[in-house]
């Protein structure tokens, strides 16, 4: 980057002043601000669109939304989050810093979702939302160099995500080759009235094999299949590995 100034006594002649910036940016009155040589250009830099994941775990009224902690070699960064429906009034949604990582699994099926690996994450709780109602969700980063935004549109419907079910247990049936898993519904589900959960349970043997699938409405499932280990295998070190997968089938249209 270079900045010239020139000055022309007659029309054939003039006198120019080059200065060469190796590196820098201009702030907002002007005033180049330079990166000293070996200084990381990530500091001097506007952030970067922050990476948000929004789920539902307590569908229908309220939603989470994260995102993770920038680097520490960047500049401070504060976040403005905002959601509002069509023709609605904006809400702020106040975002604070965790070390909980609070996303769903790798194996999530909501759009955008990922494993990430653990570490502070920013979270922001959307409140009183509507049933099939529209979203339009706004996380700015701000810092001293400028701004970037995430944005997305959403009905509360398309990132439904249950927590995982709680206090599992698997016992042998007394005289049958057989398991009992039992699970109790996620704690932080609404109404299990009138959204009422059901859960794929899937099992495979010595980590081996086609694993087994089924979905379930109930709180427990008996896993009637011969058994190829002794009866006198204790709970401690099964051969059988277990799965448990919350879920909500939501019918309805926008």
Not at 28 to 50: I, K
Not at 182 to 196: E, G, Y
Request: glycine fraction near 6%; aromatic fraction near 10%.
């Amino acid at each position: 980057m270079y900045v010239q100034h020139c000055v022309c006594v007659l029309f054939w002649l003039c006198v120019c002043a080059v200065v060469t910036l190796l590196s820098g940016v201009l702030s907002s009155d002007g005033t180049v601000l330079t990166v000293p040589s070996g200084e990381n250009r990530a500091e001097r830099d506007p952030p970067s669109p922050p990476e948000v994941r929004c789920w539902s775990p307590s569908y229908p009224f309220k939603a989470l939304c994260s995102w993770p902690e920038p680097p520490q070699t960047q500049l401070p960064i504060q976040y403005i989050a905002t959601y509002s429906m069509k023709g609605g009034e904006i809400q702020q949604c106040h975002p604070y810093p965790t070390s909980v990582h609070p996303l769903p699994s790798p194996e999530s099926s909501l759009p955008g979702v990922n494993g990430s690996s653990p570490g502070a994450r920013w979270l922001c709780v959307l409140k009183g939302l509507k049933l099939y109602t529209s979203y339009k969700l706004n996380i700015t980063g701000v810092n001293r160099m400028g701004s970037a935004s995430h944005l997305q549109a959403f009905t509360v419907e398309d990132i439904v995500k249950p927590d995982p079910p709680v206090n599992v247990t698997v016992q042998v049936i007394p005289g049958k080759l057989r398991l009992l898993v039992k699970w109790a519904p996620p704690p932080s589900w609404s109404d299990h009235t009138l959204f009422p959960l059901k859960y794929q349970v899937r099992y495979h043997w010595d980590n081996k094999g086609t694993p087994h699938e089924i979905t379930v409405s109930a709180d427990s499932y008996c896993v009637c299949a011969t058994l190829s280990f002794s009866p006198f295998l204790t709970l401690s070190s099964p051969p059988l590995s277990i799965s448990l997968s919350p879920f909500v089938s939501v019918v309805g249209s926008v």
